[in-house]
């Protein structure tokens, strides 16, 4: 016979009666137990028997009260919840419950009347639920709840409040009405766009900042914001959005505070350091133009003094010669100087080629040796080749500062060691943050006094001096500065007094070989000078000059002002001109544009670059153009006029 057919028949023979007791005594998590009319037990399903710990045999006749605390049975609950059963049909509560081992759990109760065919009331049905843990959760939940509006209510420095999904305010805390001035009664219902400025409302922030909430999880801003007062204030804001269980967004938690009083602060702070920085570069100017006026007046005092004895008829040959030695050697100390303060402002015009730093070095031993003395010993150590793009004039003027600083310090004689090396990474200096890439490293240590803290700060500014007068012209390390960082590289300093000091020079790596620089330097044939030049300087009385030198040299010299007369005249004969040799700095189009305008239309026309001072060429070192600087001299000309294209070691880029 089939199972389910047996159970069926099973389940007849029991009827309608039967088959009710039967499901209520499998109940298991609901006590559903009749009660007579007095509230006498008079049945009890399993379930009752595991909430409550009585058994039927010891449960059934005694009163349901026997269930009820003592403070419920003395207050009449039970009789009362029986009272109103039977008279509105049903009773419904929770409460406290008593066990038999007198432990106390909390239910929900409903207590229904039972009626007979009549309508007559012959008890009661009662229905017990153990529902202890789930109210332990939601006092768990209140109680954190009334923590959290607590510590909300709380905060006062701090406007936290909600929006729902379309900006408008749910809640208010105190903070958000000290900040902003609004009472919770003025503002609850309101957009929060009522907190922005008219600006920002036109651009459409406050829709802004609720789609970037919405899109990245988070908006935060810092900007002005509107008070109740139309006062406005610096404030912090950041607006998260809030999700339900099922992901919908339902409105946003936001939380701004008042920074007026910090960012008026950090304005007089920036205005303070501005202030500062102003002073000290306004100090640093006083030395400057201090310095630079004290050096050339000496300078010009020679040149003077040495033009009017020149002028007496009755000065013997050999005088004269001295006396124009004298205007010469002094114009030339005049051109180190200005190329030093071009160096340390970084706008010197650089002349890069490659060389092995171990082996200019090397060849500049007995200039150093010279230079530092017979008592003090000179140690050179290159561990490894270290090619650079460099100027190298330049490089060795700064390697005899660094010598000639280190001597100085060792008066009474010792040891001054050069250290070559290829490092990784250049270090933080300074304030520097480092960088990477590959560097050759030029340490330069001495064992004299060292430096004092305070003073390291200040050595490389220009004409800062510790040396006693006439001395120094307090330009050196800042030459040495300035060529650093122009040529992308750094110099760093460290010292210990009574110890010594050592100042290494950075310098970027070049990725060359020994091989390909040898093969780089191969010998060039040379040919004839240019006859004919195309002048072009805007300086009357430099313009008058070079033309005399020029002229003077057997060249062919057609000047003009400026670049634009230059181009017309090359538009017209450009077959008359073999160079063209002009001025950087100029009105209108400069020498630099002019050349790079001439190598595109005109591309076989040499053209030679000269200039004192340009922050173009300084920012734009590999232009390709041959370079003459001001000052130079006739031999310097007739170099550049006689090289082949035309350039030479000292006057080209």
Same mark, same amino acid.
């Given at each position: 016979?089939?199972?389910?057919?047996?159970?069926?028949?099973?389940?007849?023979?029991?009827?309608?009666?039967?088959?009710?007791?039967?499901?209520?005594?499998?109940? /298991?998590?609901? @006590?559903?137990?009749?009660?007579?009319?007095?509230?006498?037990?008079?049945?009890?399903?399993?379930?009752?028997?595991?909430?409550?710990?009585?058994?039927?045999?010891?449960?059934?006749?005694?009163?349901?009260?026997?269930?009820?605390?003592?403070?419920?049975?003395?207050?009449?609950?039970?009789?009362?919840?029986?009272?109103?059963?039977?008279?509105?049909?049903?009773?419904?509560?929770?409460?406290?419950?008593?066990?038999?081992?007198?432990?106390?759990?909390?239910?929900?109760?409903?207590?229904?009347?039972?009626?007979?065919?009549?309508?007559?009331?012959?008890?009661?049905? /009662?229905?017990?639920? #153990?529902?202890?843990?789930? =109210?332990?959760?939601? =006092?768990?939940?209140?109680?954190?709840?009334?923590?959290?509006?607590?510590?909300?209510?709380?905060?006062?420095?701090?406007?936290?409040?909600?929006?729902?999904?379309?900006?408008?305010?749910?809640?208010?805390?105190?903070?958000?009405?000290?900040?902003?001035?609004?009472?919770?009664?003025?503002?609850?219902?309101?957009?929060?766009?009522?907190?922005?400025?008219?600006? $920002?409302?036109?651009?459409?922030?406050?829709?802004?900042?609720?789609?970037?909430?919405?899109?990245?999880?988070?908006?935060?801003?810092?900007?002005?914001? &509107?008070?109740?007062?139309?006062?406005?204030?610096?404030?912090?804001?950041?607006?998260?959005?809030?999700?339900?269980?099922? %992901? &919908?967004?339902?409105?946003?938690?936001?939380?701004?505070? $008042?920074?007026?009083?910090?960012?008026?602060?950090?304005?007089?702070?920036?205005?303070?350091?501005?202030?500062?920085?102003?002073?000290?570069?306004?100090?640093?100017?006083?030395?400057?133009?201090?310095?630079? @006026?004290?050096?050339?007046?000496?300078?010009?005092?020679?040149?003077?003094?040495?033009?009017?004895?020149?002028?007496?008829?009755?000065?013997?040959?050999? /005088?004269?010669?001295?006396?124009?030695?004298?205007?010469? $050697?002094?114009?030339?100390?005049?051109?180190?100087?200005?190329?030093?303060?071009?160096?340390?402002?970084? =706008?010197?015009?650089?002349?890069?080629?490659?060389?092995?730093?171990?082996?200019?070095?090397?060849?500049?031993?007995?200039?150093?040796?010279?230079?530092?003395?017979?008592?003090?010993?000179?140690?050179?150590?290159?561990?490894?080749?270290?090619?650079?793009?460099?100027?190298?004039?330049?490089?060795?003027?700064?390697?005899?500062?660094?010598?000639?600083? @280190?001597?100085?310090?060792?008066?009474?004689?010792?040891?001054?060691?050069?250290?070559?090396? &290829?490092?990784? *990474?250049?270090?933080?200096?300074?304030?520097?943050?480092?960088?990477?890439?590959? +560097?050759?490293?030029?340490?330069?240590? $001495?064992?004299?006094?060292?430096? @004092?803290?305070?003073?390291?700060?200040?050595?490389?500014?220009? +004409?800062?001096?510790?040396?006693?007068?006439?001395?120094?012209?307090?330009?050196?390390?800042?030459?040495?500065?300035?060529?650093? /960082?122009?040529?992308?590289?750094?110099?760093?300093?460290?010292?210990?007094?009574?110890?010594?000091?050592?100042?290494?020079?950075?310098?970027?790596?070049?990725?060359?070989?020994?091989?390909?620089?040898?093969?780089?330097?191969?010998?060039?044939?040379? =040919?004839?000078?240019?006859?004919?030049?195309?002048?072009?300087? #805007?300086?009357?009385?430099?313009?008058?000059?070079?033309?005399?030198?020029?002229?003077?040299?057997?060249?062919?010299?057609?000047?003009?002002?400026?670049?634009?007369?230059?181009?017309?005249?090359?538009?017209?004969?450009? *077959?008359?001109?073999?160079?063209?040799?002009?001025?950087?700095?100029?009105?209108?189009?400069?020498?630099?544009?002019?050349?790079?305008?001439?190598?595109?239309?005109?591309?076989?026309?040499?053209?030679?670059?000269?200039?004192?001072?340009?922050?173009?060429?300084?920012?734009?070192? #590999?232009?390709?153009?041959?370079?003459?600087?001001?000052?130079?001299?006739?031999?310097?000309?007739? %170099?550049?006029?006689?090289?082949?294209?035309?350039?030479?070691? #000292?006057?080209?880029?």
């Amino acid at each position: 016979m089939d199972r389910r057919v047996s159970e069926t028949s099973t389940l007849d023979k029991l009827g309608s009666d039967g088959r009710f007791e039967l499901l209520v005594n499998s109940i /298991k998590d609901y @006590a559903i137990y009749l009660l007579d009319r007095q509230g006498h037990v008079a049945t009890w399903n399993a379930g009752a028997q595991r909430f409550k710990g009585y058994t039927a045999e010891e449960i059934i006749g005694k009163h349901f009260s026997n269930f009820y605390t003592e403070e419920d049975r003395a207050s009449g609950l039970p009789q009362r919840a029986l009272d109103a059963a039977a008279k509105h049909g049903t009773f419904e509560a929770e409460g406290w419950r008593v066990r038999k081992d007198g432990t106390r759990f909390w239910t929900s109760v409903v207590i229904d009347p039972v009626f007979d065919k009549q309508g007559t009331l012959i008890g009661f049905a /009662k229905v017990t639920r #153990d529902i202890t843990e789930r =109210r332990a959760g939601e =006092r768990a939940l209140l109680e954190s709840e009334q923590r959290f509006r607590l510590l909300v209510q709380g905060v006062k420095d701090y406007a936290i409040y909600m929006l729902d999904p379309q900006g408008h305010v749910t809640n208010w805390n105190p903070g958000a009405q000290a900040i902003k001035g609004y009472t919770a009664e003025e503002v609850v219902g309101r957009h929060f766009s009522s907190f922005y400025t008219e600006e $920002d409302l036109q651009n459409g922030e406050p829709e802004r900042a609720l789609r970037v909430a919405t899109e990245t999880g988070k908006y935060e801003v810092e900007a002005w914001r &509107v008070r109740k007062d139309g006062s406005r204030f610096r404030a912090g804001v950041l607006i998260d959005p809030i999700y339900d269980e099922a %992901g &919908v967004l339902i409105g946003f938690a936001k939380v701004t505070r $008042d920074l007026t009083e910090r960012w008026h602060a950090q304005q007089e702070l920036d205005r303070a350091r501005q202030t500062m920085a102003q002073s000290q570069k306004m100090e640093a100017v006083g030395r400057l133009t201090g310095g630079v @006026a004290h050096d050339f007046n000496n300078l010009l005092t020679i040149i003077r003094s040495s033009a009017d004895l020149l002028k007496m008829p009755t000065l013997s040959p050999e /005088k004269r010669e001295r006396y124009i030695e004298a205007i010469s $050697d002094t114009a030339d100390r005049a051109a180190v100087l200005t190329s030093q303060l071009l160096a340390f402002s970084r =706008r010197q015009p650089l002349k890069p080629e490659i060389f092995d730093i171990g082996d200019r070095i090397a060849a500049m031993l007995p200039m150093i040796e010279t230079s530092v003395g017979s008592t003090i010993a000179v140690i050179i150590e290159a561990k490894e080749d270290g090619f650079v793009n460099a100027d190298l004039n330049q490089f060795e003027t700064a390697v005899l500062n660094l010598v000639i600083n @280190a001597r100085d310090a060792m008066p009474a004689g010792g040891k001054l060691s050069i250290v070559i090396e &290829v490092v990784n *990474d250049l270090p933080p200096v300074r304030g520097h943050c480092g960088s990477t890439g590959g +560097f050759v490293a030029v340490r330069v240590t $001495d064992e004299g006094s060292g430096i @004092a803290q305070d003073t390291l700060e200040k050595i490389f500014e220009p +004409f800062f001096t510790t040396k006693g007068l006439n001395k120094g012209t307090g330009l050196g390390l800042s030459q040495v500065h300035g060529f650093a /960082k122009q040529s992308g590289g750094e110099v760093d300093v460290s010292s210990e007094v009574g110890r010594g000091t050592a100042f290494t020079l950075y310098l970027p790596l070049a990725q060359t070989s020994r091989e390909q620089f040898s093969a780089s330097h191969s010998i060039r044939d040379h =040919r004839l000078p240019t006859t004919r030049v195309l002048l072009v300087e #805007d300086n009357e009385a430099v313009g008058q000059f070079a033309r005399g030198l020029l002229e003077e040299l057997g060249q062919i010299v057609t000047w003009v002002q400026n670049g634009e007369a230059a181009l017309e005249l090359l538009a017209a004969a450009r *077959d008359k001109i073999d160079l063209v040799f002009t001025d950087v700095i100029m009105p209108g189009i400069n020498g630099l544009d002019l050349a790079r305008h001439i190598a595109e239309r005109w591309p076989d026309l040499e053209v030679v670059l000269t200039t004192g001072y340009s922050h173009v060429l300084a920012e734009d070192s #590999d232009h390709g153009f041959p370079l003459l600087r001001k000052p130079y001299s006739v031999q310097q000309l007739v %170099g550049i006029l006689g090289s082949p294209h035309p350039q030479s070691s #000292d006057s080209s880029l």
